[in-house]
């Protein structure tokens, strides 16, 4: 099955992650890539203790997220990698090459970041970055649960639909 | 028992937290019912970073003196924003998926200080969920 949804999103594990896609997707195992979660026993217990008692939670920084890709693709079981950033997903993508959409799910205002949409805000180096990965084949859309439409990357850039 | 070990009257003993309008649909319900919404205080995660989430609810503790947090969804944003409170403070006690019959045993009972209440309140709300028919 592999993994069914690569997602950017702030806020990691939520509501929208686990139970708005992780149910029609019928995901079974999330990846979860962020460097500082990965080298904080804490942090990976926290977020362990949101998960469902189906759902199975990696973590990993985004090297050995790289190094393991092959192993989550090759998983019989539906599952879903999520970063908190797109710095994160783009250098996975890069690592990888074998990662042919990327979801846009939450990343909110902080300063020096321009609204896009209601969920999207982003500087103009992380615009850069999310062009760099369609130029290169990947489909970026910006969709924060399953029922609404995927916004295509030049849409968002636009910030037509905000 | 004295009035600090049962919280402070008059102010809001507990902050609810959730997805969309659910906080305030919930304590809204809680005023219809009994008229105690004022003993809730209500926040929002739409449109928030877990930062803010986080930064709200303790802007509210800060505030009120509440040491109850009240969550819809274990997995969500403002569970684990609570959590970290929790962590900061374990004298802080967060219930996750709260509802209707959770927040009203929770107004109700002030002989005892809140956090205690907030036990009692979980017991309460998790055997208020009944299937009826086949």
Redesign the interface.
């Known amino acids: 099955m592999a993994i069914q949804l690569y997602r950017i999103d702030?806020?990691?594990?939520?509501?929208q992650?686990?139970?708005g896609w992780g149910q029609p997707l019928n995901v079974r195992f999330l990846v979860l890539v962020d460097d500082l979660v990965a080298s904080s026993d804490?942090e990976k217990e926290?977020?362990r203790?949101?998960?469902?008692p189906e759902m199975e939670i990696i973590f990993a920084d985004v090297g050995s997220a790289i190094r393991d890709h092959a192993r989550y693709a090759d998983d019989p079981r539906p599952g879903l990698l999520v970063t908190g950033d797109i710095a994160s997903m783009y250098r996975l993508v890069k690592g990888v090459k074998a990662i042919g959409s990327v979801n846009l799910g939450g990343i909110?205002?902080?300063a020096g970041r321009a609204e896009k949409l209601?969920?999207i805000f982003l500087t103009q180096g992380e615009e850069q970055q999310l062009r760099e990965l369609e130029s290169a084949g990947v489909e970026v859309t910006a969709q924060d649960v399953p029922s609404a439409r995927a916004v295509p990357l030049p849409e968002v850039l636009d910030g037509e639909s905000r | 028992m004295n009035d600090e070990m049962i919280g402070v009257p008059d102010m809001p003993r507990a902050i609810v937290v959730g997805h969309g309008e659910f906080a305030g649909g919930l304590v809204s319900a809680v005023g219809q019912i009994c008229g105690l919404a004022d003993k809730l205080v209500v926040l929002s995660m739409m449109g928030k970073t877990p930062e803010d989430i986080e930064g709200a609810i303790r802007e509210q503790i800060a505030r009120t003196g509440a040491r109850v947090i009240f969550t819809d969804l274990p997995a969500g944003s403002a569970t684990l924003a609570a959590r970290r409170i929790v962590k900061d403070d374990p004298g802080v006690v967060l219930v996750s998926g709260v509802n209707l019959a959770t927040l009203l045993d929770f107004v109700f009972n002030t002989s005892v200080p809140p956090t205690e209440a907030a036990r009692a309140a979980a017991e309460r709300g998790k055997a208020s969920l009944i299937v009826v028919g086949r």
């Open positions: 702030d806020r990691l594990i939520h509501g992650v686990v139970v804490w926290l977020y203790m949101a998960i469902p909110h205002h902080r209601r969920y």
